[in-house]
């Protein structure tokens, strides 16, 4: 069995997030259209990340068995672009001998998330909009106090599928990119549901002064869902990349 590798990008705004869902635009549904298209087979599509509603991505990577593939390897990308919405672009694809699946083979994941102080309407899309001025000094003392292996329920939807919460954070950063505009990075071995959503609206309100800096940590600690502040909207979030112990170019 060989395994297409494929990387991606796109505008989350108008899709119902990555699974296929009856009724609703899916970017899961949108690309095995697109496959099934080009080639007459209903090909199943396995993500690194699979976001939620509104999340965009940089650079996806999402793996699908194949048998034969009737499309040579160089001519995959063009050939699947002219199909798909303007709002997912494929970048990248490389047929392997070998099975890979970019969810259970990926060893850590990243993502971005962007807020302005300033609205714009050609920010809206892809920053989340607080007017309250943040203090990124202590928003990033609190993210410092999770870095590190914990469980977190606190700051998971409940996913009745999941056997824990327990995730390993490498990385949560705040960076002030200008007067206006911050950004968080951050990167761990895996994601549970709304986590960084759940982790930037309580970051937030200890940026705004609403909650000290211990409060993250505490609550995290504690295991109880009704701890967690807020949810930061969907708009601001996108998957940065997926990281994979591989010497295959399309992963690095």
Not at 35 to 40: R, S, Y
Not at 78 to 87: E, F, K, S
Not at 94 to 117: G, H, K, L, P, Q
Not at 146 to 175: A, M, P, Q, R
Request: hydrophobic share 35%; glycine share 4%; proline share 2%.
């Amino acid at each position: 069995m060989k395994t297409l590798i494929i990387k991606f990008q796109f505008d989350g705004t108008d899709f119902c997030g990555w699974q296929m869902q009856p009724g609703q635009r899916s970017l899961q549904g949108e690309l095995t259209k697109a496959f099934q298209l080009k080639t007459g087979i209903e090909l199943k599509i396995i993500a690194a990340g699979r976001t939620d509603t509104g999340v965009h991505a940089i650079n996806q990577i999402a793996t699908i068995k194949i048998d034969d593939f009737k499309i040579p390897e160089n001519k995959i990308v063009p050939a699947i672009n002219t199909v798909l919405p303007n709002d997912i672009q494929l970048l990248d694809a490389m047929i392997i001998e070998e099975e890979y699946n970019a969810r259970f083979d990926a060893i850590s994941r990243e993502y971005s998330y962007y807020i302005t102080s300033d609205y714009s309407v050609f920010k809206r899309r892809y920053y989340a909009h607080y007017k309250e001025k943040l203090d990124v000094n202590h928003m990033n003392l609190a993210s410092l106090s999770i870095i590190g292996k914990y469980d977190f329920t606190t700051y998971s939807k409940v996913n009745n599928d999941l056997n824990h919460y327990v995730c390993e954070l490498e990385k949560c950063e705040w960076t002030q990119m200008n007067e206006t505009d911050i950004k968080l990075n951050i990167k761990s071995n895996r994601f549970v549901y709304s986590m960084v959503r759940s982790l930037v609206g309580t970051m937030v309100d200890i940026g705004s002064g609403k909650l000290p800096v211990d409060y993250l940590y505490d609550s995290l600690m504690k295991k109880d869902r009704s701890l967690c502040s807020t949810i930061a909207p969907a708009n601001g979030l996108f998957f940065e990349k997926a990281y994979f112990n591989s010497d295959y170019s399309i992963l690095k």
